[in-house]
């Protein structure tokens, strides 16, 4: 008569409790070997990561140590260095104009005045004989009622009209 209680003694197990004992031995592992290479897994993933990072850390102070070198170097040139390689550059570009156009039989001063549209060639022609005639200031009462009087004059204009009428009168 088997009233459903277990007799047994204490320590022995049955067939059914050693297979699920040996089912829950067998995931443990099978989760801890799985857990294991999940997390070598993120430990690669990481340390790749970090050599990434390394790597662009190496490439930005190698970059920032490149531009310290070009802003010395452009500390140490002369405060007019851009406008003389300008001017070199020029020289350089124009001696090269000139060398074609002679070995292609024109006069190169020519052929570059031809470029110049008239405006541009009125205003520096006005320019050149400002610099011409530059106004030296006080220098002595002379100079300066001579000045003054070339000046009125020049603003003066005559009417003809009137002139040719008092020469009649007269």
């Known amino acids: 008569m088997d009233t459903g209680e277990d007799h047994r003694e204490p ?3 049955t ?5 699920t004992t040996t089912a829950e031995v067998d995931s443990t592992t099978a989760s801890s070997s799985s857990q294991s290479t999940a997390a070598k897994a993120l430990h690669a993933q990481r340390m790749k990561k970090l050599r990434e990072l390394h790597a662009k850390r190496n490439e930005a102070r190698n970059l920032n140590h490149r531009d310290v070198v070009e802003e010395d170097h452009q500390r140490k040139l002369p405060k007019n260095w851009e406008a003389r390689r300008e001017r070199m550059e020029w020289k350089v570009n124009d001696d090269e104009k000139r060398k074609e156009a002679e070995e292609q039989g024109y006069d190169y001063d020519r052929l570059k005045v031809l470029e110049v549209s008239a405006a541009e060639a009125s205003s520096r022609d ?3 004989r400002k610099k011409q005639n530059p106004d030296l200031g006080f220098s002595t009462f002379e100079d300066s009622s001579i000045r003054q009087y070339t000046s009125l004059t020049k603003q003066i204009k005559p009417d003809f009209e009137q002139y040719e009428k008092q020469k009649a009168e007269l």
Do not use: I, P, V, Y
Request: overall charge negative; aromatic content about 0%; glycine content about 10%.
């Open 15 to 19: 067939e059914e409790e050693a297979t």
């Open 126 to 128: 006005m320019r050149k």
């Open 11 to 13: 320590g022995t197990s």
